[in-house]
């Protein structure tokens, strides 16, 4: 069945430190896949978005590329700052149905 | 951009009662709305997805009685929860689709409602 695994936290770092949060998928079809997040007391949002293998999404100086051959899509920032401290979420929805299927978050937490 | 109100944002109430979520896309119509539930340091469980003017369709293992959801215009939805319990003390989310832009991910979602049971 469909799902999503990501890396679990929580993970701290130092700002300006270089991010990673690893993100694998079992999908049936062709999804699309997103990155959320969730800053403290907040309601989630879409941080960047990939529609099709290869694509690169972007957005606040975080990326992720979707890699179909190695099922990831793994977000990437190469210089944190404290404000980044969050839940981030990797997701995956397909184009009909429109449920999204959530990983289980990783709360980043950065320190000055 | 679009904005989904949830309300309230917190609420506290007894053991047996029944509490009232209410959903609302502020600036477009969203044929489908989706209702999550989030425990601490945990993804969103998808509970009901529910269209406007039908059925909610529930994922397995949410009980539809005690979980309400009324999707009864395209710019609200609610979630009561029936004769809650301690147990049910969560975080509710709720999450609107605009029904214009089909094929763009325009998921938006509720800043979330904190229930707790006591």
């Known amino acids: 069945g469909d799902s999503v695994t990501q890396m679990e936290g929580p993970v701290t770092l130092s700002e300006e430190a270089f991010l990673t949060i690893n993100c694998t998928y079992t999908?049936?079809?062709?999804?699309?896949l997103f990155w959320y997040v969730q800053y403290p007391g907040e309601g989630l949002q879409l941080l960047l978005k990939?529609?099709?293998?290869?694509d690169k999404g972007s957005n606040k100086g975080f990326e992720a590329t979707y890699r179909k051959e190695t099922t990831s899509f793994h977000l990437e920032k190469g210089s944190v700052q404290v404000s980044d401290s969050a839940v981030y979420f990797c997701v995956f929805g397909y184009n009909q149905g429109g449920k999204l299927i959530f990983g289980q978050g990783t709360e980043l937490s950065v320190k000055p | 951009g679009a904005v989904v109100s949830q309300h309230p944002s917190w609420v506290i109430c007894k053991s047996g009662t029944s509490v009232k979520i209410e959903c609302r896309s502020l600036?477009?119509?969203?044929?489908?709305m989706f209702w999550y539930r989030q425990f601490p340091k945990q993804s969103l469980m998808l509970m009901a997805t529910s269209n406007e003017g039908s059925k909610a369709t529930y994922e397995q293992g949410v009980e539809k009685d005690k979980f309400l959801i009324n999707h009864a215009s395209l710019t609200l939805s609610t979630l009561t929860v029936t004769s809650a319990h301690p147990e049910d003390s969560s975080f509710y989310i709720c999450?609107?689709?605009?029904?214009?832009?089909?094929?763009?991910?325009?998921?938006?979602f509720g800043s979330g409602t904190r229930l707790t049971v006591v």
């Open positions: 600036d477009f119509q969203a044929t489908t």
């Open positions: 999450s609107a689709r605009d029904g214009a832009a089909e094929k763009n991910y325009g998921y938006t």
């Open positions: 990939a529609t099709k293998a290869d």
């Open positions: 999908a049936t079809g062709y999804p699309s």
